[in-house]
């Protein structure tokens, strides 16, 4: 979980935790604005502005930093040290906001009874219910009686995803949400509806409002060692596409470096999917960057080298350098594995008088037989 949020934190902070479809500065703030402004609707007045809360994965303050003008003193706390560092950078300077990195599991910083309130905005989805499970004893633990939980949560048909996916979202039915409360000394006060509609899951989060209502049920401590390390497929999927999307934004915008610092998070997240290859070396080429778009070319055929397009566009390139060699070679990978793809087959045309026109194949000289006679004895 940190090492893929601190990789997150690096590339882009605030699109990986508001994920708003712009993608951009102003609809970071506008999320902000609007994410907690329902978390204090929805509280009414039941939390105090003399109370203390504590914003469970925080990320870079999105709402951590607005709740320090509600209340007493507000601590933000986050499984990537990147986030964190980037929080304190961002909003350093208010004196009741603090921020703490935190193993991932477990509050153990905090004491016990020492919050009025614990929230929690798209974290505990993306973690696996075992460590949400977790983290509810430790928000009973540190809350004083009768203090407040409030949470956003998806409540439907359940979707499980695999243990190490940190990304993709996991609903719980009906009966798994209410046993989560339950065995976790909670009471479930309200449940409300957030206007945002999933076309994937075909669902809406909703805000939990849950309220301390006695000690969790005994169970044996849960064991988070020995999880797989690698990327689920499901979440290289998923990360992948969102880097090509934010590709595509910052572009737009005019951010080439964004854009081209995205894509080289994409390459590196799955190396085998062409599309950021080619993305990033077009980047390349528009700013004139021949050698830089032939590299990552090179890189693509090395991974992918059964696609006709990586070897066609590495001989462009090549070509355009005047590295007839490379691109004589590059042109017949190409030509070999498919002369006569119907996408392809008129610029390899295109490729292969070019560089005839320009590096003739050198005619072999032919080399005499030496005749060796034979002495007649
Ligand atoms: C989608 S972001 C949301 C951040 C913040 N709540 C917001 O709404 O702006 C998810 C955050 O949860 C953090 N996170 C993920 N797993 C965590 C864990 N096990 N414990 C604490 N924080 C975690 C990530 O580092 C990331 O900052």
Not at 56 to 78: K, N
Not at 157 to 173: E, S
Not at 307 to 328: F, I, K, M, N, S
Request: aromatic letters at 8%; a negative charge.
């Amino acid at each position: 979980m940190r090492r893929d949020w601190d990789r997150r934190a690096k590339v882009d902070p605030r699109y990986w935790v508001a994920a708003t479809e712009e993608a951009d500065e102003a609809s970071y703030l506008e999320s902000a604005a609007r994410d907690t402004a329902a978390l204090l609707d929805g509280l009414g007045g039941r939390v105090p502005a003399s109370g203390r809360v504590l914003d469970l994965g925080c990320g870079i303050g999105r709402m951590t930093a607005p709740l320090a003008g509600h209340f007493a003193e507000v601590v933000g706390v986050d499984v990537s040290p990147a986030m964190i560092e980037q929080a304190r950078a961002l909003h350093g300077a208010v004196d009741n906001l603090r921020f703490e990195a935190n193993s991932g599991a477990d509050l153990g910083a905090f004491a016990d009874d020492s919050f009025d309130l614990v929230f929690s905005y798209s974290v505990l989805p993306h973690l696996p219910p075992e460590v949400v499970a977790a983290y509810f004893r430790e928000a009973n633990r540190v809350l004083a009686d009768g203090g407040w939980l409030r949470y956003q949560f998806w409540i439907g048909p359940a979707r499980q995803m695999a243990d190490n996916d940190t990304l993709n979202i996991r609903v719980y039915d009906p009966e798994g949400f209410q046993a989560l409360n339950r065995d976790a000394g909670f009471a479930v006060v309200e449940v409300e509806e957030i206007d945002y509609f999933d076309p994937v899951l075909e669902l809406k989060p909703v805000w939990v409002t849950a309220r301390r209502a006695g000690p969790p049920v005994e169970a044996a401590a849960a064991d988070f060692s020995g999880r797989a390390a690698a990327l689920s497929d499901d979440e290289r999927d998923l990360e992948y596409g969102l880097l090509l999307y934010l590709a595509v934004k910052c572009a737009e915008r005019g951010e080439r470096a964004e854009a081209e610092r995205a894509l080289e998070e994409a390459t590196a997240c799955d190396p085998t999917r062409p599309e950021g290859w080619i993305q990033w070396a077009t980047h390349r080429l528009e700013r004139g960057d021949l050698r830089g778009a032939r590299l990552l070319f090179e890189s693509l055929t090395e991974q992918v080298p059964d696609l006709v397009a990586g070897w066609l566009y590495l001989g462009q390139c090549a070509a355009a350098e005047e590295r007839w060699p490379e691109a004589r070679a590059a042109l017949e990978r190409a030509e070999a594995l498919g002369a006569d793809d119907p996408e392809t087959g008129d610029e390899l045309a295109g490729l292969r008088a070019l560089i005839d026109e320009a590096a003739p194949r050198p005619k072999r000289r032919r080399t005499r037989k030496k005749v060796v006679k034979r002495k007649r004895k």
